[in-house]
RNA sequence: GCGCCCGUAGCUCAGUCCGGAUAGAGCGUUAGCCUCCGGAGCUAAAGGUCGCGCGUUCGAAUCGCGCCGGGCGCACCA
């Protein structure tokens, strides 16, 4: 709608600039103007003009709105400003064709996979991990909404270091030796020599990896244990491997309920361990080979190791060692090769597959109470790979047509690297469609730190060192960092007091008797509102420095402070039905000239249509903040309107029915803009 | 050393891709607004060398070059 008009200017302007003065522009800018009052779409095409034409652009300006030939919806065009072209849009019409749903946009061949989350199976998660979530999630939402078939894909890294310390740990440092030991453990919450953790077994492991550094710190011949649990997880055939197995599973299914709880679901958890069952690697090794893109070293440090040369690529010219082993001389292959073959058959440019069985989420295996998991991510089928008997009824997974890999700054260079092997390999298409959606990390102020350390104890006191810093990473590995469901605890206390100091008070001024949902479900919706926006709302390239305050706050640039607003437009239809007044929007009659729509009303109808828009730049750009800011920019625009323009002691009939039409597609759109976040709507706030 | 990111109001950030009108929010501070769709709200005030310098341009927070400060990468770790 709003996107045609602008197409229908960009090309009046144009044949306007080539009749009228004989120039041609390639590109008509149109942007909008500081206040409503000079238009709403300007070009500044006249200052470009300016030079070639020895004009100046005023008077350029005024030519052009003379000569300019105005397409449908648009009703004036005036020069403003020191030459700029304005136009005013058909306030009546254009309201009048918003009330009218918009058709979903076409769907588009292909399929996006989406990796997100990718947490190490070995512990809780934290808030950096769900930033990555949330991150993700309003990607695939966003990618969904433009009409792209989706796959999301979380991948479990069930070999590597971090799950063999936490078995080491177990095995050496708590007894637990068997996979039924594991299994208990997991059910009664708690280790054979401790405590229990009602919070359960991810908690459990957090604790004890940072144990199992502090161990390896102590006695350095403890190390070894890591390597017996590595060689043990890759033969994959005692009962060692068989305590990983029951530790990843335990662990990955309180990550899908944590994520779960925030209304993120998978498609598919790919296991790196398959990956190596199914000699993805192999295969790919072969490939690499005969494609002559890796070669072996015989000589200097390198010697024996496979490399992947970097130095013909413009991206690594000028590194010092542009070569990247893949294989080591020991003949074992490393993380970058598997990603290399993870990432070929995820284009579906493997031979081979993997099994498919359904992964059987246990939601209650955390802390995460059943009924905060939203139905559509309970009843969502999320599968994992295997290496045998796998299900006949499962989907078709992989072949992507372009692949987008969510994964935080640290990893810049490793993903460039997989990128460039598939262009070595032969795949530049493949390449140029590999795309690594980076984002900075959250960290932990020293201010932070000192208040988990009050809040959940002193192993999170910071060193003298780290205390001077701006800010400290998180570390999975010093047990640092805010556990991903506490923070959610802490933010349901929060919404939950307050929904009861609200109900408390008058019952009945706004909520009556038919508000959807109950209090602990809009409690939820709340702090779920709140935390998503809160990670969505800075640009992804800057880094969090955690902040308690700011991330509990419920006042302000906030989720609540959006949702809020969704409500108050629904308590205005409520209120009308209840007073017979009806919530029918009519425009029959009610007085379509331009004065009939003051500018509070207009921005609101400006900014729902700009949501296509928002929703498509922040897809090319990836940068789900400026979806974000959109829906700030909107709820303050209705908040504003919602003041100034009451509706139901409006006597006027056709003045309350045009602003019934504005709040009405307020509600709509800024539902859907919600949606998008993945921001849920509470019934009542 | 090389590469990437960040630097805008006391604090946290938009705006930078694609140069344009008086640089905007939120928090905090100060002063107001509930007989009226609930105040998780609204109105207003104070608060800015857009890190610094040079350049390009009619015009620079935005583009280029050079600095300064901070963060992160550049493993036979993942």
New binding site residues.
């Given amino acids: 709608m709003l996107d045609a008009i602008r197409t229908a200017i960009a090309e009046a302007v144009r044949a306007a600039v080539r009749e009228k003065l004989g120039a041609e522009v390639d590109?008509v800018?149109l942007?909008?103007?500081?206040?409503a009052s000079?238009?709403d779409l300007?070009s500044?095409v006249a200052?470009?003009l300016?030079?070639s034409l020895r004009k100046a652009?005023r008077a350029i300006a005024a030519e052009l709105a003379a000569a300019v030939a105005l397409p449908a919806g648009v009703r004036e065009a005036r020069v403003?400003?020191?030459?700029?072209l304005?136009f005013f849009l058909d306030r009546g019409r254009f309201v009048r064709s918003l009330l009218d749903d918009a058709p979903a946009p076409p769907s588009r061949p292909g399929k996006v996979i989406v990796e997100h989350t990718n947490i190490?199976p070995n512990k809780a998660a934290h808030i950096g991990h769900l930033r990555n979530a949330v991150l993700g999630d309003v990607l695939v939402r966003t990618l969904r909404h433009l009409g792209h078939t989706v796959e999301v894909q979380n991948y479990l890294?069930d070999?590597?270091?971090?799950v063999a310390d936490v078995v080491a740990g177990l095995i050496h440092l708590q007894g637990v030796r068997t996979a039924d030991a594991v299994r208990s453990a997991v059910r009664d919450r708690r280790l054979p020599g401790g405590e229990a953790n009602a919070k359960g077994f991810a908690y459990l492991c957090w604790d004890l990896y940072a144990e199992v550094g502090r161990t390896y710190a102590a006695k350095p011949e403890s190390k070894a244990w890591r390597d017996e649990v590595l060689h043990a997880i890759e033969r994959g055939d005692d009962e060692t491997a068989r305590v990983a197995a029951a530790v990843v599973e335990a662990v990955a299914s309180s990550h899908v309920a944590t994520m779960g709880r925030l209304g993120i679901a998978y498609d598919l958890l790919p296991r790196?361990s398959d990956i190596l069952h199914k000699h993805f690697w192999a295969t790919a090794f072969e490939m690499l080979k005969k494609a002559g893109a890796i070669h072996q070293?015989t000589e200097g440090?390198?010697?024996?190791?496979w490399v992947l040369p970097l130095s013909e690529s413009e991206?690594f010219a000028?590194?010092?060692?542009?070569d990247?082993?893949l294989v080591?001389?020991?003949g074992?292959?490393?993380?970058?090769g598997?990603d290399i073959a993870y990432q070929l058959w995820k284009f579906g440019l493997l031979p081979i597959d993997f099994d498919y069985t359904p992964f059987a989420v246990d939601w209650g295996v955390g802390s995460v109470p059943p009924g905060e998991i939203p139905a559509a991510v309970r009843d969502h089928p999320v599968w994992r790979s295997g290496h045998t008997g796998g299900s006949p009824n499962a989907p078709r997974f992989g072949h992507g047509s372009r692949v987008i890999n969510v994964i935080d700054?640290?990893?810049?260079?490793?993903q460039k690297v997989v990128k460039e092997g598939l262009r070595t390999l032969g795949y530049p298409a493949e390449a140029d469609r590999s795309t690594h959606f980076?984002y900075?990390?959250v960290?932990l102020?020293p201010k932070a730190a000192r208040e988990l350390a009050e809040r959940f104890g002193e192993e999170y006191r910071l060193s003298p060192e780290d205390e001077k810093?701006?800010?400290?990473?998180m570390s999975g590995r010093k047990g640092l960092g805010v556990k991903a469901d506490d923070l959610v605890e802490l933010l349901l206390e929060?919404?939950r007091a307050?929904?009861e100091?609200?109900?408390g008070?008058?019952?009945d001024?706004?909520?009556g008797a038919n508000a959807a949902g109950s209090a602990a479900e809009?409690?939820r919706a709340?702090a779920v509102g709140?935390l998503r926006y809160f990670l969505l709302?800075?640009?992804?390239?800057?880094?969090?420095?955690f902040?308690f305050?700011?991330a509990l706050?419920?006042?302000?640039?906030?989720g609540?402070?959006l949702?809020?607003?969704l409500?108050?437009a629904g308590?205005?239809f409520?209120?009308?039905r209840e007073r017979g007044i009806g919530d029918a929007v009519s425009l029959e009659g009610v007085g379509l000239e331009a004065g009939d729509w003051t500018d509070d009303l207009w921005a609101i109808a400006l900014d729902a249509a700009s949501i296509p828009d928002a929703a498509e730049?922040s897809v090319?750009?990836l940068?789900p903040?400026?979806l974000a800011?959109h829906a700030?920019?909107l709820?303050?625009a209705f908040?504003?309107?919602?003041?100034?323009?009451?509706?139901?002691?409006e006597p006027d009939a056709a003045v309350r029915n045009r602003?019934i039409a504005i709040?009405r597609i307020f509600q709509r759109e800024m539902g859907r803009l919600l949606e998008l976040l993945g921001i849920p709507q509470?019934g009542?706030?």
């Fill in positions: 590109r800018a942007e909008r103007p500081p206040k000079l238009g300007a500044p200052f470009d300016a030079k652009p403003e400003g020191g030459g700029y304005n190490n890294d070999t590597g270091v971090q790196e070293e440090k390198h010697a024996g190791c991206e000028g590194m010092e060692e542009p990247k082993i080591r001389s020991n074992t292959v490393t993380y970058t598997k700054v640290r990893q810049s260079y490793l980076s900075e990390i960290a102020s810093k701006p800010y400290v990473e929060r919404s307050e929904v100091s609200r109900r008070q008058g019952e001024a706004a909520g809009d409690a709340i709140a709302k800075v640009g992804r390239n800057k880094v969090i420095a902040d305050d700011e706050n419920f006042e302000g640039d906030t609540p402070y949702q809020y607003s409500v108050r308590n205005i409520r209120k009308l730049r090319d750009a940068e903040a400026t800011r700030f920019g709820a303050q908040n504003h309107f919602y003041h100034r323009q009451p509706i139901l002691q602003r709040a509470p009542r706030m």
